[in-house]
DNA sequence: ATTACTGCAAAGCATTTGCAAATGC
DNA sequence: GCATTTGCAAATGCTTTGCAGTAAT
């Protein structure tokens, strides 16, 4: 294992969620939004995950047990930590599937409006040769690599 | 408009559809697959768009007039094209949002694992810099960017 | 008390699948 | 003629939403 890789040793009683709460709190109050049990229990149980998860996984260890939250709610309590900047959904903007056909096309990325959904391709040796210098750092063998910058052109 | 954004001029009639079919006729033999009016429908249209698109509405177009393919065959044709490699799927294996609390932590990139699912985070400033290089090129302005290598670890 | 939030279950929506009929080989 | 593919419609699976009841202010 390369040592610079990521680690996330964590104990179990993280006390982060402890220490971001109140800056939550605040958020809610300043959308006039209320300080609820729900949101406190879905909030919590973000921070003690220290890996990428799928709101449907949270969803659902949360739909039965002593901190009973419902599906909607998890939901939507996501969606307020997502503006107020505490969780980020690794998927913003594509809800679904996009295609492209590359045929005599050469790899490119795209840096993508927000306000016009408008698109501009570009291509980076500087970016590929990083990254190849990085996989081959942790014996990653790349297959395809994917870079979507996303921002408003001005 | 800034001078090198790819521009994408094509007439209607494009021809590199017919250019590319054989490859796709040849793919289809080695699979012992059929080579089918549906299929040379849909990888027409596919090539007649010169623009990201949605599984979807390629779908919707070819549901009625008079090149009728149905939406099943529509989503399997475009998997063959993408095995072929003659598209590409913007949002190849997350099929749902996934989420990470990003409270205390850094922007970083992923390494994901195509047999195992694991992933290596990894950040880099090189790859940041010339991010921002390049959206001030473009006069953009950059509110996150999200970068992720598809490959197998070794 | 008032108003927002929750839970539930139903609706949404892109995608996948089962199966009988159609088509390619 | 036989096997694959298609079309259709139903099923799937995540996500969103409407609404009546519940909790926060």
Redesign the interface.
Known sequence: M?G???KKEHVAGDH?ADE?WPLFVEFLRGKESRITQARRIVFDR??A?H??????D?AAELSSGPDHVSRGTVYRT?DL??QA????????Q?V?????????HGR?HH?I??DTGE????S?K??SD??DR??KK?????????????????
Not at 85 to 92: E, P
Not at 96 to 104: F, K, M, P, V
Not at 119 to 122: C, G
């Open positions: 390369s610079d890789q990521t982060s971001a973000v921070f995950r890996d990428h998860f799928r709101a449907d949270l996501l930590m997502t900047g505490f969780v980020q959904k690794i998927r913003d594509e679904h599937a996009h295609y492209e056909h590359i045929y005599g490119h840096l409006c927000e698109f501009v391709e570009f980076s500087v970016i990083e990254i990085i996989c942790h014996n990653f063998t790349q297959r395809l690599h994917r870079l979507v910058v996303f921002g408003t052109k001005v």
